[in-house]
C-alpha cells in the first residue's frame, strides 16, 4: 500500500495470492476452450494489463497479442457516459479467433461497445474475458464468457484498476471508500 493516507481508503479484498491461484484456473479454462487454436488476444487498456500480462503467459496456445484503448471513466468514481475508442489495435481481425480482456465489467457499456465494434471486422469467433464481473449493476445485458471473480461490493482498486489514475500497480485489489 502506498501510503498511510491511501491505507485508510482502501480495504483489502482479494489478496495477490488468490489472485493468482485463480489465474491458474482461467488460464487452463481459456486452454481448454480453445483446443490449440491460434487466438488473438485483445488488451483492453488501461485497466486490462496486468490481468493481461499475468494470464497470457498461462496459456499454452498460439497467441497473438494487440491492445486498444477506450476512455470510459473521467477522473472519478462514476461512468462519464462517453465511450470513445482512443487507440486501435493493429492486427487484422477478420478470420482470426478474438479473446477480449478487460479489467471489469460494470454497467456493460464498454464490453458491450467492444463487442460490436469488433464484431463488425468479422472475426472468425469472438469471447470476452474479465477479472471481475460487477453482475448487480449492469445496465446492458452482457455476460462474459471468462470471468475470474464476481464481486457485489463498491469501487475497486488494484491490479490494473484505478480511481483517478492511481493504484493500478497493487498486485491485490482493494476496495475504494471516498473520505
Ligand atoms: P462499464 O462500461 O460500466 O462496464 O465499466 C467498465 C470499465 O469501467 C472498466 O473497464 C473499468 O475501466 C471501469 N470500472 C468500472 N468499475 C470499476 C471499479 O470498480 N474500479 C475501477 N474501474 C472500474
Ligand atoms: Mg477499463
Do not use: W
Not at 475508442?85 to 492486427?91: A, F, I, R, V, Y
Not at 467492444?114 to 445485458?141: M, N, S
Amino acid at each position: 500500500m502506498p501510503s498511510n493516507v491511501d491505507a485508510l481508503r482502501l480495504r483489502p479484498l482479494i489478496s495477490a495470492e488468490r489472485i493468482q491461484k485463480r489465474l491458474d484456473e482461467l488460464a487452463a479454462e481459456i486452454d481448454a476452450h480453445y483446443q490449440g487454436d491460434s487466438v488473438l488476444a485483445v488488451c483492453v487498456l488501461k485497466g486490462g494489463f496486468m490481468f493481461f500480462s499475468d494470464l497470457v503467459k498461462r496459456l499454452t496456445l498460439p497467441l497473438e497479442l494487440d491492445f486498444l484503448r477506450i476512455s470510459s471513466y473521467g477522473q472519478a468514481t462514476r461512468s462519464s457516459g462517453e465511450l470513445r475508442l482512443t487507440k486501435d489495435s493493429d492486427l487484422p481481425i477478420r478470420g482470426s479467433r478474438v479473446l477480449l480482456i478487460d479489467d471489469i465489467i460494470d454497467t456493460g457499456r464498454s464490453m458491450d461497445f467492444l463487442y460490436r465494434l469488433v464484431l463488425e471486422r468479422d472475426p472468425a469467433t469472438l469471447d470476452t474475458c474479465v477479472l471481475v464481473d460487477k453482475h448487480e449493476r449492469r445496465e446492458i445485458p452482457f455476460e462474459p464468457d471468462f470471468v475470474g471473480f464476481p464481486v457485489a461490493e463498491g469501487f475497486i482498486v488494484g491490479y490494473g484498476m484505478d480511481c483517478a489514475e492511481q493504484f493500478r500497480n497493487l498486485d491485490a485489489i482493494y476496495v475504494y471508500t471516498e473520505a
